[in-house]
């Protein structure tokens, strides 16, 4: 079956600082991925969809200069959250979109827990 | 929003049970999807049932769909104790490419 990974699983790090979190489809090709975020107990909250080759497209109240997105290939993209503060902290969950052959069905990673201290 | 509904909030039931989960929504769907999220972990999905279909099954779960009423459930028969997760509807609405509209989630807790 279609498999997502996410990496890191788990970071913690200091107010200001950046963190990169990868997005893979390890068995297929994607060319639309997205982020979402959740925060405990609630739901997730699509923040941008990222398309392979073109600037992403980011939901109405995310800031795109704070959380950076690369989808540089078919099978990996990158949300940066750039200098982090402690409400950034939250659960980040990708999903890839397969070419083919069910367009239907997104596959969701397995997140990222981010704690900014 | 698009934000889907759902309730009840919260349930608990006994194993062996059936629990029925029920979501709304506010505008046109290709198709309206279920899935299952553990504590703290990612998202199972579970099935998926597409705006001209009424009625679904895949084991144990059975999902309806009614478009006029813009509303789904999802009802879990004999109900397990590993069953205890959340449990997120979430639309394909359309001309929305794609992006998925998760509802509130209902926590499903199944004692023994």
């Known amino acids: 079956g279609a498999v997502v990974s996410q990496h890191p699983s788990r970071v913690i790090c200091k107010s200001g600082t950046s963190v990169k979190i990868e997005c893979r489809s390890l068995?297929?090709?994607?060319?639309?991925m997205f982020w979402y975020r959740q925060f405990p107990k609630q739901s997730l909250m699509l923040m941008a969809t990222?398309?392979?080759?073109?600037?992403?497209?980011?939901e109405q109240g995310v800031e795109k200069d704070k959380f950076l997105i690369n989808h540089a290939s078919l099978t990996l993209s990158t949300l940066t959250v750039t200098s982090a503060h402690p409400e950034d902290s939250s659960f980040y969950i990708c999903?890839?979109?397969?070419?083919?052959?069910?367009?239907?069905?997104?596959?969701f990673g397995p997140g990222t827990r981010l704690t900014v201290l | 929003s698009q934000q889907g509904e759902e309730d009840p909030q919260a349930l608990s039931i006994q194993e062996g049970e059936n629990a029925t989960m029920n979501c709304s929504y506010k505008?046109?769907?290709?198709?309206l999807q279920w899935y299952r999220q553990n504590s703290g972990r990612g998202l199972v999905h579970l099935i998926l049932?597409?705006?001209?279909?009424r009625e679904k099954h895949s084991g144990r779960l059975r999902v309806t769909l009614d478009t006029s009423k813009k509303s789904s459930s999802l009802l879990i028969t004999a109900s397990r104790a590993a069953d205890t997760a959340s449990y997120f509807c979430a639309t394909d609405v359309t001309g929305g490419g794609n992006k998925l509209t998760f509802g509130t989630g209902t926590q499903l807790k199944v004692e023994l």
């Open positions: 999903s890839a979109f397969p070419t083919s052959p069910t367009p239907d069905t997104q596959y």
């Open positions: 990222s398309n392979e080759g073109s600037k992403a497209t980011y």
């Open positions: 049932i597409r705006s001209n279909e």
């Open positions: 068995d297929f090709q994607a060319t639309t």
């Open positions: 505008t046109s769907i290709n198709n």
